[in-house]
């Protein structure tokens, strides 16, 4: 089955640095990468997404990149605000096959003022 | 709101008590999930039901439940719990075989088992 790795667990910034997330995942056939931030408090809400027929993917401060070779994609965070501290899952699936999301672990990110 | 309820949002019980988590879903779609979030550890799924029918049962203790009576509604029955059961408890849904995949979650059931 799918097996999703995510890097770092923790990530400190300051206000108005990037930050990057980086995710690997094992099964070629996943062809969905869906990024969530979860609030405290809250379940995991999607932010954005790429499937495998796309590499670059943005929406204002949120961009995913996806190496479909390497079976790797990441999350980029450009300018980040105190409220982008939250914690964020990448997840992997196959749309087509109608496959559950496997996430990985997740990482908690921080951004101080 | 997601379009996904869960109750309750708080439960504490004693290993030899039995529960039962719901999930409610008014997004229409044909699938629903239950996943477990420790600490530390990615989301872990446990359940998917998908047509109604139950897709997948990832080596889940049979101590977890599930039951699924429409699209639209999903519980997870709870009985002789152990602490390490100790979570908390997502349920998602999404619609599959449209290629729109995007899982809605709800904001979880605390559980602790004393």
């Not at chain 1, 027929?53 to 990441?74: M, P, W, Y």
């Not at chain 1, 196959?94 to 996430?103: D, M």
């Amino acid at each position: 089955g799918e097996n999703v790795e995510q890097h770092p667990s923790t990530l400190s910034v300051q206000e108005g640095d990037s930050a990057v997330i980086k995710c690997t995942y094992s099964d070629s056939a996943s062809n969905y990468f869906p990024w969530y931030k979860q609030e405290l408090g809250k379940g995991p809400q999607l932010i954005i997404d790429i499937r495998s027929n796309v590499g670059e993917k943005k929406d204002q401060r949120i961009a995913v990149t996806l190496n479909k070779t390497a079976k790797h994609f990441s999350l980029h965070i450009t300018e980040t605000q105190p409220e982008d501290s939250a914690v964020y899952f990448c997840a992997a699936s196959n749309y087509q096959a109608g496959t559950a999301l496997i996430f990985g672990k997740g990482t908690t990110l921080s951004v101080s003022s | 709101e997601t379009g996904v309820t869960q109750t309750p949002r708080h439960l504490v019980m004693g290993m030899t008590n039995k529960k039962s988590l719901k999930c409610e879903q008014h997004l229409g779609h044909n699938a629903m999930y239950w996943y477990k979030q420790s600490a530390k550890k990615p989301l872990e799924l446990m359940f998917v039901y998908s047509l109604e029918e139950r897709v997948e049962n990832n080596s889940v203790p049979s101590r977890f439940s599930p039951e699924c009576p429409n699209s639209s509604h999903l519980f997870l029955h709870l009985h002789t719990l152990q602490p390490e059961d100790s979570a908390l408890y997502l349920c998602a849904s999404s619609q599959v075989g449209r290629g729109n995949t995007e899982a809605f979650f709800g904001q979880g059931t605390r559980l602790t088992v004393v």
